[in-house]
């Protein structure tokens, strides 16, 4: 198997035994959230997801080319 | 404080006296120096020293209590690993700025009143731009140029508040202030900019990545902690800071996960991490001032430690571009795992530095109840091992081999990051020590069941998204270019704004030139018309047509008499 992939699933078999572990341990919660059944690592989970993909959408609308701010403002118009 | 000197005083005298010294020589002196410092400093009593009145006021240019002495500490340790990082490099005026940038920084921590705190505000940004210059490629050049502009003006508001403070109250303590008045607004702002406030941020993200190799580990560690420290004296429990650090905790990340400099990545990171101090400041609680101090301290090392590392890689490759670099493990492989220290310290791995630190600050959040703002630090942290934690490393020395070999780092540069990466570990690994020098006395267990496996969790289930976002090829490609940030309204709008102005103003007076020039050559041609020396009044008229016309008349006369 190569690296690549005994990474992915150890990643992937440790993040469910996480998730068993939540059954095992008494919480101590502020706020009622944290009393959902693993909480944390959904939550991390969506976050990670959701951020990434917000990137992705935004760097389409703020991508430049790297000498977007080379060009001399006094040579060109508004948006050179 | 030993010998009676001053805080900062021994590194900014001695960044004067570093062209008298040679070679190694030198390098035994710049490393001596920030050690003698902190021996000066260590268990300093606390109070104020060479207080002197100036007209009706008190300067105070020296007081030692808990919270700057923390921050004293970690400046003293950060000027020392910077000057380790930078042994290598023989360029005499990075040496100076560096020594005389840290000693500035460290004096502002000791600061007792404004102006006091003013001058070393403003020695601070003019000694540490030459870090940036001395890179000396035009970028460069332009993004110092950008930086001291915003850092004196920063330093000019500062000024501003105090001489107003100074007016309504009569006193220039540095002291806890409250919102109400412009005074303590403008200082906020003083802050605030040099704390990368959002909106005020782009001088981070846009300088710290052009300076010098060495330049940026030292410019990591103290503006932006002196300003955190300036929040924690001066506004403590001011609760628009809790909702201003949440944001800053949240927005640079999604620059960090699109931004290709990998340099530039830690400096959107860095701004993240200040966002977790800065709510700490807001909620204002003895926990939270502590989960400040200790962040800001833990951050300095690993913050440094991760700057160190694509240091070593941009000294060795030449470049620091996500987009080109790839499988470096092969060729550096302690540099990788001092990184991967860094890395797993900023995302607050149980047993790493950033675990005990940014605990604090949670849990003050928590306890306070706000849920919203414990929400998007949540986010935050995943967010932050996701691009600090994962990306930095993996870009650089794993993901697809760039095919580039290369020599590992200085041994230098590895003595440095060996020292920061055992420090990460010691602080994280045996939390009392850190916790004895916090401001307030500590009754807190970081390493409680629930809190080590929750934590992991919300750590390995990011780890999980970027795996499953790499497998499905649904991660962005790290691509050649810059985004758009805040920085475009001055680098860009403003400049072009003002040279449309100035088109269209030359273009109209043109204009209105031309139109009136139109208009009086119009009025100079009708005359010359009538009176030119074509003109109908100015013509030679014929004899014969003159008898002829005389004729008529008297004509025409002749009849009128006789009728």
Same mark, same amino acid.
């Given at each position: 198997?190569?690296?690549?992939?005994?990474?992915?699933w150890s990643v992937i078999i440790v993040c469910g035994l996480l998730f068993i572990a939540d059954a095992l341990y008494h919480k101590h919660p502020y706020f009622s959230l944290e009393t959902w059944f693993g909480f944390y690592g959904l939550y991390g989970f969506i976050a990670c997801i959701g951020l990434v993909l917000a990137a992705k959408e935004m760097r389409k609308m703020l991508i430049r080319d790297e000498k977007y701010y080379d060009t001399d403002n006094r040579d060109n118009g508004d948006d050179a | 404080m030993l010998w009676g000197i001053p805080p900062g005083f021994l590194?900014?005298?001695?960044?004067?006296?570093? %062209?008298?010294?040679?070679?190694?020589?030198?390098?035994?002196?710049?490393?001596?120096? %920030?050690?003698?410092?902190?021996?000066?400093?260590?268990?300093?009593?606390?109070?104020?020293?060479?207080?002197?009145?100036?007209?009706?006021?008190?300067?105070?240019?020296?007081?030692?209590?808990? &919270?700057?002495?923390?921050?004293?500490?970690?400046?003293?340790?950060?000027?020392?690993?910077?000057?380790?990082?930078?042994?290598?490099?023989?360029?005499?005026?990075?040496?100076?700025? +560096?020594?005389?940038?840290?000693?500035?920084?460290?004096?502002?921590?000791?600061?007792?009143?404004?102006?006091?705190?003013?001058?070393?505000?403003?020695?601070?940004?003019?000694?540490?731009? /030459? &870090?940036?210059?001395?890179?000396?490629?035009?970028?460069?050049?332009?993004?110092?140029?950008?930086?001291?502009?915003?850092?004196?003006? !920063?330093?000019?508001?500062?000024? !501003?508040?105090?001489?107003?403070?100074?007016?309504?109250?009569?006193?220039?303590?540095?002291?806890?202030?409250?919102?109400g008045s412009l005074a303590t607004w403008l200082i906020l702002i003083a802050f605030g900019i040099k704390c990368a406030f959002p909106f005020m941020h782009n001088w981070l993200q846009d300088a710290y990545p052009e300076a010098t190799i060495t330049g940026t580990v030292f410019l990591s560690a103290f503006t932006t902690k002196c300003a955190v420290y300036a929040l924690a004296r001066g506004f403590p429990g001011t609760e628009l800071l809790i909702y201003v650090g949440a944001a800053m905790t949240a927005f640079p990340i999604f620059y960090a996960v699109i931004e290709n400099d990998?340099?530039?990545?830690?400096?959107?990171?860095?701004?993240?991490? &200040?966002?977790?101090?800065?709510?700490?400041?807001?909620?204002?609680?003895?926990?939270?001032?502590?989960?400040?101090?200790?962040?800001?301290?833990?951050?300095?090392?690993?913050?440094?430690?991760?700057?160190?590392?694509?240091?070593?890689?941009?000294?060795?490759?030449?470049?620091?571009?996500?987009?080109?670099?790839?499988?470096?493990?092969?060729?550096?492989?302690?540099?990788?795992?001092?990184?991967?220290? +860094?890395?797993?310290?900023?995302?607050?791995?149980?047993?790493?530095? $950033?675990?005990?630190?940014?605990?604090?600050?949670?849990?003050?959040?928590?306890?306070?109840?706000?849920? @919203?703002?414990?929400?998007?630090?949540?986010?935050?942290?995943? $967010?932050?091992?996701?691009?600090?934690?994962?990306?930095? %490393?993996?870009?650089? /020395?794993?993901?697809?081999?760039?095919?580039?070999?290369?020599?590992?780092? %200085?041994?230098?540069?590895?003595?440095?990051?060996?020292?920061?990466?055992?420090?990460?570990?010691?602080?994280? @690994?045996? !939390?009392?020590?850190?916790?004895?020098?916090?401001?307030?006395?500590?009754?807190?267990?970081?390493?409680?069941?629930?809190?080590?496996?929750?934590?992991?969790?919300?750590?390995?289930?990011?780890?999980?998204? /970027?795996?499953?976002?790499?497998?499905?090829?649904?991660?962005?490609?790290?691509?050649? !270019?810059?985004?758009?940030?805040?920085?475009?309204?001055?680098?860009?709008?403003?400049?072009?704004?003002?040279?449309?102005?100035?088109? @269209?103003?030359?273009?109209?007076?043109?204009?209105? &030139?031309?139109?009136?020039?139109?208009?009086?050559?119009? @009025?100079?041609?009708?005359?010359?018309?009538?009176?030119?020396?074509?003109?109908?009044?100015?013509?030679?008229?014929?004899?014969?047509?003159?008898?002829?016309?005389?004729?008529?008349?008297?004509?025409?006369?002749?009849?009128?008499?006789?009728?």
């Amino acid at each position: 198997m190569k690296n690549v992939n005994k990474v992915y699933w150890s990643v992937i078999i440790v993040c469910g035994l996480l998730f068993i572990a939540d059954a095992l341990y008494h919480k101590h919660p502020y706020f009622s959230l944290e009393t959902w059944f693993g909480f944390y690592g959904l939550y991390g989970f969506i976050a990670c997801i959701g951020l990434v993909l917000a990137a992705k959408e935004m760097r389409k609308m703020l991508i430049r080319d790297e000498k977007y701010y080379d060009t001399d403002n006094r040579d060109n118009g508004d948006d050179a | 404080m030993l010998w009676g000197i001053p805080p900062g005083f021994l590194l900014i005298a001695g960044a004067l006296l570093v %062209p008298l010294f040679a070679g190694p020589w030198r390098k035994a002196y710049m490393t001596i120096l %920030p050690i003698a410092g902190l021996w000066a400093l260590a268990g300093a009593d606390h109070g104020s020293f060479y207080t002197f009145s100036l007209f009706t006021y008190e300067i105070e240019p020296v007081r030692i209590d808990a &919270l700057s002495l923390i921050f004293g500490y970690i400046f003293h340790i950060a000027a020392l690993l910077s000057v380790v990082y930078a042994w290598h490099n023989d360029d005499i005026i990075e040496q100076m700025a +560096g020594l005389a940038y840290a000693g500035s920084g460290i004096g502002a921590l000791f600061a007792g009143d404004l102006i006091t705190l003013f001058v070393y505000w403003e020695a601070m940004a003019v000694t540490s731009v /030459f &870090l940036i210059w001395a890179r000396r490629t035009d970028a460069a050049y332009k993004a110092g140029m950008r930086y001291l502009i915003i850092q004196v003006g !920063s330093g000019v508001l500062l000024l !501003s508040g105090a001489i107003l403070l100074a007016h309504e109250t009569g006193s220039i303590a540095f002291v806890k202030m409250s919102l109400g008045s412009l005074a303590t607004w403008l200082i906020l702002i003083a802050f605030g900019i040099k704390c990368a406030f959002p909106f005020m941020h782009n001088w981070l993200q846009d300088a710290y990545p052009e300076a010098t190799i060495t330049g940026t580990v030292f410019l990591s560690a103290f503006t932006t902690k002196c300003a955190v420290y300036a929040l924690a004296r001066g506004f403590p429990g001011t609760e628009l800071l809790i909702y201003v650090g949440a944001a800053m905790t949240a927005f640079p990340i999604f620059y960090a996960v699109i931004e290709n400099d990998l340099r530039r990545v830690l400096a959107y990171s860095l701004n993240n991490q &200040l966002g977790f101090m800065v709510v700490g400041v807001g909620i204002g609680s003895a926990l939270a001032i502590n989960g400040a101090a200790a962040h800001a301290f833990a951050h300095i090392l690993y913050k440094a430690l991760l700057f160190m590392s694509m240091g070593a890689v941009l000294y060795r490759v030449g470049t620091i571009k996500g987009s080109e670099l790839g499988g470096l493990y092969k060729s550096m492989p302690l540099t990788t795992i001092f990184c991967i220290v +860094g890395a797993a310290s900023i995302s607050a791995f149980p047993l790493f530095s $950033g675990f005990i630190a940014k605990s604090l600050t949670l849990s003050a959040v928590a306890h306070e109840g706000y849920l @919203v703002v414990w929400l998007i630090l949540l986010f935050a942290s995943a $967010g932050v091992f996701h691009h600090s934690g994962i990306k930095i %490393p993996y870009f650089a /020395f794993f993901a697809h081999d760039s095919g580039k070999r290369c020599k590992e780092a %200085p041994v230098n540069m590895l003595i440095a990051m060996g020292i920061t990466a055992f420090l990460c570990i010691a602080i994280g @690994v045996y !939390s009392p020590w850190l916790y004895s020098l916090l401001p307030y006395a500590v009754d807190y267990e970081p390493y409680t069941v629930s809190h080590v496996i929750n934590q992991t969790q919300l750590l390995m289930f990011s780890a999980l998204a /970027f795996a499953v976002l790499m497998r499905f090829k649904i991660y962005p490609p790290e691509l050649k !270019s810059v985004n758009l940030d805040f920085d475009i309204t001055y680098r860009k709008w403003l400049p072009s704004t003002y040279h449309w102005l100035i088109t @269209v103003t030359r273009d109209g007076w043109h204009s209105i &030139l031309e139109d009136l020039r139109n208009a009086v050559t119009g @009025v100079i041609r009708q005359m010359f018309r009538h009176h030119g020396p074509e003109g109908i009044l100015a013509r030679t008229w014929p004899t014969g047509s003159m008898a002829l016309w005389v004729a008529v008349l008297l004509g025409g006369f002749l009849l009128l008499y006789y009728l």
